[in-house]
């Protein structure tokens, strides 16, 4: 795993933003509910599309989920694109 690869965290007041490789995730907290619930999605930096989202109960599982799809996201691109099978073939 390089440096890029390692989640570097920032905290933006009350969400928080992980960083690993070219993929992100804000964790970010709704307390207008008599308990707080803590949201969490997943993007790639240079797309503005979500990629994965979620929510929880406590910061703690929000963020071991966001992290652990960012490092599924991680090894998938460190592990380069799939080849390409000709019609017919098998891998």
Do not use: C
């Not at 995730?25 to 979620?54: C, L, M, N, Y």
């Not at 406590?58 to 071991?64: D, G, H, Q, S």
């Amino acid at each position: 795993m390089n440096v890029s690869d390692n989640p570097s965290s920032a905290h933006l007041g009350r969400n928080t933003r992980i960083m690993m490789g070219n993929h992100y995730a804000e964790i970010f907290v709704e307390d207008s509910t008599p308990e707080a619930i803590f949201h969490w999605t997943v993007q790639r930096s240079d797309k503005a599309g979500v990629i994965v989202i979620g929510e929880q109960s406590t910061y703690e599982i929000a963020r071991m989920e966001a992290e652990h799809h960012l490092m599924r996201l991680a090894a998938a691109e460190s592990a380069g694109p799939l080849p390409l099978l000709k019609r017919g073939s098998s891998a």
